[in-house]
């Protein structure tokens, strides 16, 4: 059995994504672990990762999504289980979701050093697994070659099984192949592949926002598949708004206070993807109506105005379980543009 810990250098270089792209393309029979667990859902009074919980979809995985998070919090993990629980708690799970399977993808977090103070980070996990390490970058020229130098200068890979990375969300890739790929050859790193930027992967559905920000459905919900673009704050009054081409996308999320009535019926008017509500003010029937009638959902935070959009731009847009599109998207990138017999020699049909 193949057992790949993926991580990455910064946060939102592709993990998830690149984990369902390698398991479609590999076409094996796929385990799944996200052992600190970080994108949090709470429904029906269990808790697991927003990540366990799609790959449990596509892949019709049997484990439950929370079987496949040791923990999710730092302090907790921190004062309930010392190295040695740690260590047996990972192998137990990981010898549980092997069971009866080809190939197992263990997700660390965040980053490569996420969760070393409680034995959970990716170099701990591959050593304890006996797995192979699996590392993504991305992003700019600039920083995709910062990453790969500080790996290979002072991030200890000894004593693991180092499989190699992948380059990931590059603009262009001819004149990265051309310029940077030898460069970062020189280093002694093995490229397993280099992936373009897909602008499709970068946007996410309505309902996904709803989700993500915990937000109630006041209206609309017939439009929760509305793609989203751009985020737009309503901060200005609504004549100049309505001169704004900022609010002429209609993939555009417009966030403003609920009392903001003149704001909202030009989101509605312009054909916004959605709309969120913010510090819980409630709008009017009369909008409530309007935004049913037009099928463009109304998003209803407690959070203020500035702090919603934060918390949207912090949002990574994964795909979801019914967006079969997208993952085809993905696995298709994988295909095209990684080494599969390089990341596993027995690749299926």
């Known amino acids: 059995m193949d057992k790949f810990v993926v991580t990455s250098v910064r946060q939102g270089a592709g993990k998830t994504s690149l984990i369902i792209g390698l398991a479609k393309a590999l076409n094996r029979k796929t385990g799944y672990m996200k052992p600190f667990g970080a994108r949090l859902l709470y429904k029906k009074k269990r808790l697991w990762d927003y990540d366990a919980a799609l790959m449990a979809h596509v892949f019709d995985l049997d484990e439950a999504p929370e079987d496949m998070s040791i923990g999710f919090h730092h302090s907790r993990l921190l004062y309930s289980l010392d190295e040695e629980s740690t260590r047996v708690k990972l192998l137990e799970a990981g010898k549980r979701i092997c069971a009866d399977k080809d190939v197992l993808f263990v997700e660390a977090g965040k980053d490569i050093l996420y969760g070393a103070a409680i034995y959970l980070d990716a170099i701990t996990m591959t050593r304890t697994l006996e797995g192979q390490l ?32 992948v380059i990931n969300k590059v603009a262009d890739t001819d004149n990265f192949n051309d310029v940077y790929l030898p460069r970062i050859r020189q280093i002694d790193l093995p490229v397993l592949g280099v992936i373009p930027v897909i602008p499709e992967l970068n946007y996410f559905s309505a309902g996904y926002l709803a989700e993500r920000m915990f937000a109630k459905v006041l209206a609309g919900e017939s439009g929760l598949s509305r793609q989203v673009r751009n985020i ?54 009369v909008i409530l ?41 993905i696995a298709k990138m994988v295909r095209d543009h990684v080494d599969l017999k390089a990341v596993a020699p027995k690749v299926g049909g």
């Open 134 to 165: 699996l590392v993504i970058v991305g992003g700019d020229e600039d920083s995709i070659i910062d990453d790969l130098a500080f790996l290979a200068k002072h991030i200890r890979l000894d004593g693991i099984r180092f499989k190699g990375v």
């Open 232 to 285: 737009v704050v309503g901060s200005m009054g609504g004549g100049e708004a309505m001169k704004s081409p900022l609010f002429q996308d209609h993939h555009q999320v417009v966030v403003a206070s609920g009392d903001r009535s003149d704001l909202i019926l030009m989101s509605l008017q312009n054909n916004a993807a959605a709309v969120i509500l913010t510090n819980n003010i409630l709008p009017s029937p």
């Open 289 to 329: 109506a309007k935004a049913e009638s037009l099928g463009i959902p109304l998003l209803l935070v407690s959070m203020n105005t500035h702090e919603t959009a934060k918390r949207i731009n912090q949002i990574e847009p994964l795909p979801t379980k019914d967006d079969a599109e997208k993952i085809d998207l």
